[in-house]
């Protein structure tokens, strides 16, 4: 079983060369601590960066450079800041390859729920509608189930929507996951992690085919 960390560099594995990926607040924020240093990525954030590096070590924290979720970052050499209406037109322009969010549900038809709990108090949407409506390339990272052992990976969502039909594929702490026509397609799973396991935390459905092999980080 994997924590915040392991789905963090497993997702890492999925940015590739010359991407430019937006990273949403939570397990997201941790993938460019990861990402592998002979491929050449920019990481860009709604609120007006675009070439984040990795977390600034204890004591090299800058508190005016900051990501979307007023985390304190670092900036790679050649990163440059602007306005948010700059920052979203890159992102309605479909110029972002890659997407990753977190999610509190997301449905077997690639739905997800990542912003609003009835009778929470929230301050908003944020940049998420902007995303799940113009990526063409949506990766979810959250956990397999809530504090109450609930799967999030669901037939349908009970919670507001963000977006619809957007999600490609999910990692989470038990296994990676595609979003297909037929339901969640299992296709790697999590080390110390068995098949049944990821079925019983599974509400979606689920489709297996052949031996699955154990995910490497």
């Not at 600034?56 to 985390?71: L, S």
């Not at 969502?157 to 996951?177: D, E, M, R, Y």
Request: net charge negative; hydrophobic share 40%; charged share 25%.
């Amino acid at each position: 079983m994997l924590d915040k960390t392991g789905i963090a560099k497993r997702i890492a594995k999925e940015v590739k060369d010359g991407y430019y990926v937006n990273l949403g607040i939570g397990i997201p924020t941790l993938v460019a601590n990861y990402v592998r240093e002979d491929i050449s990525v920019e990481f860009q954030s709604e609120n007006g960066v675009l070439g984040m590096g990795p977390f600034p070590m204890d004591g090299e924290e800058d508190a005016d450079i900051i990501n979307a979720g007023k985390q304190t970052i670092t900036t790679l050499p050649g990163a440059s800041f602007f306005d948010s209406a700059t920052s979203f037109g890159m992102i309605r322009g479909k110029h972002v390859d890659l997407t990753i969010l977190g999610a509190m549900e997301v449905s077997e038809e690639g739905d997800i729920a990542n912003w609003k709990i009835p009778g929470k108090m929230v301050k908003g949407m944020g940049g998420a509608m902007d995303l799940v409506a113009s990526a063409e390339n949506i990766i979810v990272a959250m956990m397999h189930t809530n504090r109450a052992g609930e799967s999030k990976l669901l037939k349908q969502c009970s919670l507001p929507l963000t977006g619809v039909g957007c999600v490609k594929k999910i990692i989470t702490n038990l296994a990676v996951l595609e979003v297909t026509e037929k339901g969640f397609k299992l296709l790697e799973r999590a080390p110390g992690v068995s098949v049944n396991e990821i079925i019983a935390a599974t509400e979606g459905t689920l489709i297996i085919e052949g031996d699955v092999p154990e995910m490497s980080l």
